[in-house]
């Protein structure tokens, strides 16, 4: 049984049903259960205030064990003033006779390197979702950061597994980390939320299912071997075709996404006439229809996401992550889904399910939705 899929899912049989029901041919409901996930969604539900160690949280600064340092990744000086001559299109030559970018950094003497902070993007308290999903593990923290010192985006996630009897001290204790705009931004995530999980259910972009990802093809050939093959094609054809978007498609866009999560709206809360009143800018069609003051929320995704799906028209995230990586694309998931700014960029942190079921976090594969 593949606890990754929603079919598996007790607690998500009513919402898998809901989802299959739209789908007028079976045949082609009996494939897609192959690819809609046992996910949990993620919603900023308060400003984090560092009161409580170790909780869900988005942002700000992590809750790190008392004998582990802030991780940072060490940039020889070559290298950085690189960095500096690609971002300002100078020389080296003319970098070093204007620019300070040298005091920017704290300097590693036994390392010879510069010492640049990995920007913190989340940490996930696997208790508090044990009863929303059976992949992670039961207890501790997982801690997610991005290595990304580059604008050429050179960029390399690191995920950090904490025991829950491992002692915290608070992230409001780190002291200020050196940043540089020019190289190192860290504007995504400087204000913390705190996080609540809500069992969900992640279908794949039905489009990515073709020659380009094989993989995905096999497995969609695999639900129809007892069908002829002129059906098989015809089922296949419907996963691309146009007509079928509506009945899958994210029922709101990006930008309203980003305005539900960032005003703490959580789906199922009453979503109260007070609440309606204070967001007047909220006009889209999408909002006016599915946002009823004193009813409860609908479900829409959240800012974050657990064992969802990385978006690509081309050659899918875990297919590349097995090229980087090694082994097979079918044995790779997104770990952890987050919106990554308001660009529209989302960041997917990916692992191997052998490396999760182990609770091994070392082999990363980090890329953007594309």
């Not at 205030?49 to 988005?58: E, H, I, K, T």
């Not at 290298?79 to 690609?86: F, H, I, K, R, W």
């Not at 700014?341 to 082999?363: C, P, T, V, W, Y």
Request: charged share 25%; glycine share 4%.
């Amino acid at each position: 049984m593949d606890m990754l899929l929603a079919e598996n899912s007790p607690i998500r049989q009513q919402l898998l049903e809901q989802k299959l029901l739209q789908f007028k041919d079976p045949h082609l409901a009996h494939t897609l259960s192959a690819f809609i996930r046992s996910s949990v969604d993620l919603y900023p539900s308060a400003i984090e205030d560092y009161a409580q160690l170790g909780n869900s949280r988005l942002g700000g600064l992590p809750d790190l064990p008392v004998d582990m340092d802030y991780p940072v990744t060490l940039v020889g000086r070559e290298e950085m003033l690189d960095a500096y001559a690609e971002e300002f299109d100078h020389t080296r030559e003319y970098i070093e006779e204007h620019y300070w970018w040298s005091e920017q950094w704290d300097w590693d003497e036994a390392a010879e390197a510069f010492r640049v902070p990995m920007q913190f993007i989340a940490q996930i308290n696997c208790s508090e979702l044990k009863v929303l999903q059976p992949y992670l593990p039961r207890e501790g923290r997982l801690l997610f950061f991005l290595e990304r010192w580059r604008f050429s985006e050179m960029l390399r996630g690191h995920v950090y597994y904490v025991a829950e009897d491992q002692q915290l001290n608070s992230g409001k204790a780190i002291a200020e980390l050196k940043f540089s705009d020019a190289v190192c931004a860290n504007y995504e995530y400087e204000a913390a939320y705190q996080l609540q999980g809500i069992a969900s259910i992640k279908m794949i972009a039905t489009d990515m299912i073709n020659s380009d990802n094989p993989h995905l093809l096999k497995l969609a050939k695999a639900r129809l071997q007892a069908l002829p093959e002129q059906q098989q094609a015809m089922v296949l054809q419907a996963l691309v075709d146009d007509e079928l978007a509506p009945e899958w498609q994210d029922q709101l866009y990006f930008f309203d996404l980003m305005k539900m999560n960032k005003h703490g709206l959580i789906p199922g809360q009453i979503f109260t006439q007070a609440q309606w009143a204070a967001l007047p800018e909220w006009q889209s069609s999408n909002l006016q229809e599915l946002l009823v003051p004193e009813q409860p929320l609908p479900y829409f995704d959240g800012i974050a996401s657990i064992n969802g799906h990385g978006d690509s028209r081309y050659k899918a995230p875990e297919l590349l992550a097995a090229a980087e990586l090694g082994g097979n694309a079918e044995d790779y998931l997104v770990l952890f889904k987050v919106v990554y700014s308001e660009h529209s960029m989302q960041l997917n942190f990916i692992i191997h399910r052998d490396d999760l079921a182990l609770g091994k976090f070392d082999r990363i594969y980090c890329i953007y939705d594309y």
